[in-house]
C-alpha cells in the first residue's frame, strides 16, 4: 500500500454546503450535515451515543433518529445535536497529528484525502 | 427480559467487554442471535408498523349488534383498500429514494400502511361472515372489487408528486381515524386508535417536505407546486361520502372544512398556491369507491397478485 | 456541548507504541486515536464495501417486494429491506468516523471505484430466492459478521453489534419461508430447489477467496479487524448449513459435500473461483443494472436534496435575523 496521509479538507462540511446555490444544476453530491443521535433507553438513564446521520434540520434529524434507531422500541428519549456543534478533547493533546482539526468531533467528514492511485479504498 | 428490549448500551457493553478471542466465543454470541423470539413479542411484530402492540389485543371480534356486517366489511374495505394500494405505491419508492434516511422513513410509512391494510381486511372478511382472509380480498379479488378512492393508485410521479399525494391522504385520513376511534365496531375502533398516532406522523413528514420542497430552490418549488396541481383533482372524491359510509362510517364531507384548512395553511407556510382545479370527473357518477378506477390500478394489481394467482391454493 | 474523554492509561510512548498496545490488550482503537495510515484505510475500504453491500443488497429483494405472495410476507420483506438501509447507514457513519463522507462513498460506489459483496450480483429469479437469500446469504453474512463485533476499531465494532442482532431476524425469516414453501406444492418445493442451487456456490464465495489468495488477511488479522481467515469462515458456515439443509430436505449442489470423522467437519468441493473474479470485475449478470438504479436514485434525489439544504439555510437566516433584532432592540430598551 501507498496512501499516505493528506492535508485535512480545508472547508468545512458546512462550507461544502454553501457552494450549492439556489437553483443551480443539482450536484449530486449535495449531503445534508451530520448529526450525532442520543438514545435514552429506559427512563432513569442516561442518554447515550447510539450513531449518526444525516438531516437538513433538526426536525427531521429528530424524525430520522426515530425511525433509524428506535424503530425497534429501543428508547423513550430521544437526543439529536449537529456534529459539528460538538467540542471533544483529543485523546492525546500532545499528539500533532491532530493538532490542525482539535476540535472537529470524531473528525467526521472529508479530512482525509485518499490519492486516487491506492487501489480498492 | 425479551430480548429486544435489551438496551443497546448494556449490548454494546457485552460485546466491548468479551474479549476471548477464541471460535467458541463467537459460537455463543451466534447461537443467542439466532434463539427464536416467538410469540407477539418476537420479530414478527415488526411486520405490522410501528406501533408495537397488538391493537387488537384484547378486542371483542364479534360483531356488534345494531351493525350491518356487509355494509362494515364494505367500510372496512374502502379504509383497507386505501391503505394497501398506497402502501403498495410507497414500496415502488424502496431502493429509489433521494436519500437513505428517506429509504427507511419511506419503508416505515409503508409498513405503516400495510399493517392497518391488514387488519381492516381481516376485519371485513369477518363482518360479511364469508371468513375470507386478508390475502383472500388482496390477491383474488377484481379490479372492479377494489373500494379505494383514485387518489391512492396514481403512478408515483417523482418525489414532489408522491410528497402531495402522502399530503392529501395523511392529513384526510388523520382527521378520519380520530373520528372513528370512536366508532361502534371495537375492531374499527381499535385500529383506528392506532392510526391516528401513525397518520400523525405521516402527516408530519409530508408537511415537513412540503415546506422544504417549497421553500427550497426555485427547482423544488416548481416541482412540489407541479405535484399538488396535479394531485389536487383527486382530492373532492376524499370528501364524496357513497352510501355505504353514510350509513356505517363517517360522512367525508364532514372532512372538508378541516381538511382543507389544514392543507391551505401547510401550502401557504410553503410560499405555494392551493390549486385552483377542477376535480377529476366521475364515470357515471361512479368512482374509486364504486369500484371504477383510474387505468393505473389494473398493472398495479396485476404485479401484487402475479405470484398469488400462479399459485392457487398455496401457502406463503 | 462540550464533551472530554476521560484518557485510558496505557504506558507508552510513540504513538504507534500506543496503537499497538491498545489492539494487544484487546481495547477499542476510537476514532481521534492515532492509527497507522494502513490501517485507516484498510478500514474505510472494507466497511465501505460492507455499506455498499447493505445498499445494494436491498436490490435482488426488493425486486420482489411489489409482488410477495401474502401480505405478511410484503411487510417481513419490506422490514427487511428497510433494515438494510439502515444497516447501509451505520456503516456509512462508521466509516465517517475515518475522514471520508457519505457523499464521497457513494460517488466511488457508482463510479465502481469501490466494491460491494458480488453476492448480489446475481439474480432473484423466484420469490423463493427471497427465502433462500435470508437463509444462506444473510447466514453467510452473520458467520462474517459475528465476529466483527469485536473487531479492534470502535465505531465498526458497535454498529456490528446492532446489525448482527437485526441479522438474525432476517436469517430465521428466510428459512421460516423455506419451511413454509417445503411444506406446500410439489412447485413450490421445485422452487426451494432451484434457488438453494442457484445460490449455493455464490454464497461460499462471499466469504472470499482461499487463504492462500488473499494476501491482507494476516495483516487484518494482526489488527484484530478480522478474526478469523476467510477459509475458517468457510467451514463454519458450511458445517452449520448442511445439518439445516436436511431439515428442509433440499439438496445442496456439491457432489464431494460430505462428513469427514477425522476432521470433525465437512469436506466440500471447491467454488468456481475464475466465475467468482469474473463476477468481481463487472461481468456478473446484474452489475450494471445494481449500479445503474443507484446511480439513478442518487442522481433523481439530488435535487431534494439540495432543496432541503437551501431550506434549511434560509431558515437559519431567519433566526440569525430576527435574534439580530431582538438584540438590537434589547439594547435600545436598556440605553433609554
Given at each position: 500500500m501507498t496512501e499516505s496521509p493528506a492535508a485535512p479538507h480545508a472547508e468545512s462540511?458546512?462550507?461544502?454546503?454553501?457552494?450549492?446555490?439556489?437553483?443551480?444544476?443539482?450536484?449530486?453530491?449535495?449531503?445534508?450535515?451530520?448529526?450525532?443521535?442520543?438514545?435514552?433507553?429506559?427512563?432513569?438513564?442516561?442518554?447515550?451515543?447510539?450513531?449518526?446521520l444525516h438531516a437538513s434540520d433538526d426536525r427531521m434529524a429528530l424524525l430520522a433518529a426515530r425511525d433509524l434507531y428506535t424503530r425497534r422500541n429501543e428508547g423513550v428519549s430521544l437526543w439529536v445535536v449537529r456534529s459539528d456543534a460538538i467540542t471533544a478533547s483529543t485523546p492525546d493533546e500532545r499528539d500533532p497529528f491532530f493538532e490542525p482539526s482539535g476540535d472537529k468531533v470524531y473528525r467526521h467528514p472529508t479530512f482525509y484525502d485518499i490519492p486516487e492511485d491506492v487501489p480498492h479504498i | 427480559?425479551?430480548?429486544?428490549?435489551?438496551?443497546?448500551?448494556?449490548?454494546?457493553?457485552?460485546?466491548?467487554?468479551?474479549?476471548?478471542?477464541?471460535?467458541?466465543?463467537?459460537?455463543?454470541?451466534?447461537?443467542?442471535?439466532?434463539?427464536?423470539?416467538?410469540?407477539?413479542?418476537?420479530?414478527?411484530?415488526?411486520?405490522?408498523?410501528?406501533?408495537?402492540?397488538?391493537?387488537?389485543?384484547?378486542?371483542?371480534?364479534?360483531?356488534?349488534?345494531?351493525?350491518?356486517?356487509?355494509?362494515?366489511?364494505?367500510?372496512?374495505?374502502?379504509?383497507?383498500?386505501?391503505?394497501?394500494?398506497?402502501?403498495?405505491?410507497?414500496?415502488?419508492?424502496?431502493?429509489?429514494?433521494?436519500?437513505?434516511?428517506?429509504?427507511?422513513?419511506?419503508?416505515?410509512?409503508?409498513?405503516?400502511?400495510?399493517?392497518?391494510?391488514?387488519?381492516?381486511?381481516?376485519?371485513?372478511?369477518?363482518?360479511?361472515?364469508?371468513?375470507?382472509?386478508?390475502?383472500?380480498?388482496?390477491?383474488?379479488?377484481?379490479?372492479?372489487?377494489?373500494?379505494?378512492?383514485?387518489?391512492?393508485?396514481?403512478?408515483?410521479?417523482?418525489?414532489?408528486?408522491?410528497?402531495?399525494?402522502?399530503?392529501?391522504?395523511?392529513?384526510?385520513?388523520?382527521?378520519?381515524?380520530?373520528?372513528?376511534?370512536?366508532?361502534?365496531?371495537?375492531?374499527?375502533?381499535?385500529v383506528a386508535a392506532r392510526g391516528v398516532k401513525e397518520l400523525a406522523y405521516h402527516r408530519e413528514y409530508a408537511t415537513a417536505w412540503t415546506l422544504r420542497l417549497g421553500d427550497g430552490t426555485p427547482y423544488s418549488a416548481e416541482r412540489m407546486q407541479a405535484g399538488l396541481d396535479a394531485v389536487w383533482p383527486l382530492l373532492e372524491e376524499l370528501f364524496t361520502a357513497h352510501p355505504v359510509e353514510r350509513r356505517v362510517g363517517v360522512?367525508?364531507?364532514?372532512?372538508?372544512?378541516?381538511?382543507?384548512?389544514?392543507?391551505?395553511?401547510?401550502?401557504?407556510?410553503?410560499?405555494?398556491?392551493?390549486?385552483?382545479?377542477?376535480?377529476?370527473?366521475?364515470?357515471?357518477?361512479?368512482?374509486?369507491?364504486?369500484?371504477?378506477?383510474?387505468?393505473?390500478?389494473?398493472?398495479?394489481?396485476?404485479?401484487?397478485?402475479?405470484?398469488?394467482?400462479?399459485?392457487?391454493?398455496?401457502?406463503? | 456541548m462540550v464533551t472530554a474523554e476521560v484518557a485510558e492509561a496505557v504506558p507508552a510512548q510513540t504513538p504507534e507504541d500506543r496503537f499497538e498496545a491498545v489492539i494487544a490488550a484487546e481495547q477499542r482503537i476510537e476514532p481521534r486515536d492515532w492509527m497507522p495510515d494502513a490501517y485507516r484505510a484498510t478500514l474505510i475500504r472494507q466497511i465501505a464495501q460492507h455499506a455498499h453491500s447493505e445498499i445494494i443488497g436491498m436490490q435482488p429483494e426488493g425486486n420482489w417486494l411489489t409482488r410477495a405472495p401474502s401480505l405478511r410476507r410484503k411487510a417481513i420483506l419490506l422490514a427487511k429491506a428497510q433494515d438494510e438501509a439502515g444497516h447501509g447507514l451505520y456503516l456509512y457513519a462508521a466509516a465517517e468516523t475515518l475522514g471520508v463522507d457519505r457523499a464521497e462513498l457513494t460517488e466511488k460506489l457508482i463510479s465502481g471505484r469501490?466494491?460491494?459483496?458480488?453476492?448480489?450480483?446475481?439474480?432473484?429469479?423466484?420469490?423463493?430466492?427471497?427465502?433462500?437469500?435470508?437463509?444462506?446469504?444473510?447466514?453467510?453474512?452473520?458467520?462474517?459478521?459475528?465476529?466483527?463485533?469485536?473487531?479492534?476499531?470502535?465505531?465498526?465494532?458497535?454498529?456490528?453489534?446492532?446489525?448482527?442482532?437485526?441479522?438474525?431476524?432476517?436469517?430465521?425469516?428466510?428459512?421460516?419461508?423455506?419451511?413454509?414453501?417445503?411444506?406446500?406444492?410439489?412447485?413450490?418445493?421445485?422452487?426451494?430447489?432451484?434457488?438453494?442451487?442457484?445460490?449455493?456456490?455464490?454464497?461460499?464465495?462471499?466469504f472470499g477467496p482461499p487463504d492462500a489468495d488473499s494476501p491482507n488477511t494476516a495483516r487484518s488479522m494482526a489488527w484484530r479487524i478480522k478474526r478469523h481467515s476467510n477459509d475458517e469462515l468457510r467451514q463454519r458456515f458450511v458445517d452449520m448449513t448442511v445439518p439445516q439443509a436436511e431439515h428442509l430436505g433440499v439438496t445442496l449442489p456439491d457432489p464431494e459435500l460430505r462428513w469427514n470423522e477425522e476432521r470433525g467437519?465437512?469436506?466440500?468441493?471447491?467454488?468456481?473461483?475464475?466465475?467468482?473474479?469474473?463476477?468481481i470485475h463487472g461481468q456478473g449478470p446484474c452489475n450494471?443494472?445494481?449500479?445503474?438504479?443507484?446511480?439513478?436514485?442518487?442522481?433523481?434525489?439530488?435535487?431534494?436534496?439540495?432543496?432541503?439544504?437551501?431550506?434549511?439555510?434560509?431558515?437559519?437566516?431567519?433566526?440569525?435575523?430576527?435574534?439580530?433584532?431582538?438584540?438590537?432592540?434589547?439594547?435600545q430598551e436598556n440605553g433609554k
Open positions: 462540511p458546512a462550507e461544502h454546503k454553501a457552494e450549492h446555490k439556489a437553483g443551480s444544476k443539482a450536484d449530486s453530491r449535495a449531503c445534508w450535515p451530520l448529526y450525532e443521535v442520543f438514545v435514552r433507553p429506559r427512563r432513569g438513564l442516561n442518554h447515550v451515543h447510539v450513531g449518526s | 427480559m425479551h430480548d429486544h428490549t435489551t438496551p443497546a448500551t448494556s449490548t454494546t457493553t457485552q460485546a466491548a467487554t468479551s474479549t476471548a478471542t477464541s471460535g467458541t466465543e463467537d459460537d455463543h454470541v451466534y447461537l443467542s442471535l439466532a434463539e427464536a423470539a416467538p410469540g407477539p413479542e418476537g420479530e414478527g411484530r415488526w411486520a405490522y408498523g410501528t406501533g408495537f402492540a397488538d391493537p387488537l389485543l384484547g378486542v371483542d371480534t364479534a360483531l356488534p349488534a345494531g351493525l350491518d356486517g356487509a355494509d362494515l366489511a364494505a367500510y372496512c374495505l374502502m379504509l383497507g383498500d386505501d391503505a394497501l394500494i398506497l402502501a403498495q405505491r410507497l414500496i415502488e419508492w424502496c431502493t429509489r429514494a433521494p436519500e437513505l434516511e428517506e429509504e427507511v422513513a419511506l419503508a416505515n410509512l409503508g409498513l405503516d400502511l400495510l399493517g392497518q391494510a391488514r387488519l381492516l381486511l381481516t376485519r371485513a372478511g369477518q363482518a360479511d361472515g364469508t371468513g375470507r382472509s386478508e390475502d383472500d380480498l388482496a390477491y383474488w379479488r377484481e379490479e372492479h372489487e377494489f373500494r379505494n378512492v383514485r387518489l391512492v393508485e396514481t403512478p408515483n410521479g417523482d418525489f414532489a408528486y408522491s410528497i402531495a399525494r402522502l399530503l392529501l391522504f395523511a392529513t384526510t385520513r388523520g382527521v378520519l381515524y380520530e373520528a372513528l376511534s370512536a366508532h361502534p365496531d371495537p375492531v374499527l375502533a381499535a360522512d367525508p364531507a364532514e372532512l372538508r372544512e378541516p381538511v382543507l384548512r389544514a392543507l391551505g395553511a401547510v401550502v401557504a407556510e410553503a410560499g405555494l398556491t392551493v390549486p385552483d382545479v377542477p376535480p377529476l370527473a366521475t364515470v357515471l357518477g361512479r368512482a374509486g369507491r364504486d369500484g371504477v378506477h383510474t387505468e393505473a390500478l389494473g398493472p398495479l394489481l396485476a404485479e401484487l397478485q402475479v405470484v398469488a394467482r400462479a399459485h392457487p391454493g398455496a401457502t406463503w | 469501490q466494491k460491494y459483496s458480488s453476492i448480489f450480483n446475481y439474480p432473484t429469479l423466484t420469490f423463493a430466492d427471497v427465502g433462500v437469500i435470508g437463509w444462506l446469504v444473510d447466514g453467510a453474512a452473520i458467520c462474517n459478521q459475528v465476529p466483527l463485533c469485536r473487531c479492534s476499531y470502535g465505531p465498526y465494532a458497535r454498529a456490528m453489534v446492532r446489525i448482527c442482532k437485526e441479522e438474525s431476524f432476517h436469517q430465521r425469516q428466510g428459512f421460516e419461508l423455506l419451511m413454509t414453501l417445503m411444506r406446500g406444492t410439489e412447485a413450490q418445493r421445485r422452487m426451494v430447489q432451484d434457488a438453494v442451487d442457484r445460490w449455493w456456490w455464490p454464497s461460499l464465495m462471499m467437519g465437512w469436506d466440500f468441493g471447491e467454488p468456481d473461483w475464475s466465475e467468482l473474479t469474473r463476477v450494471t443494472q445494481r449500479i445503474e438504479r443507484r446511480r439513478t436514485a442518487h442522481e433523481d434525489g439530488a435535487w431534494v436534496r439540495e432543496a432541503a439544504v437551501a431550506h434549511a439555510a434560509k431558515r437559519a437566516a431567519e433566526h440569525a435575523a430576527a435574534a439580530a433584532a431582538a438584540e438590537q432592540h434589547t439594547e
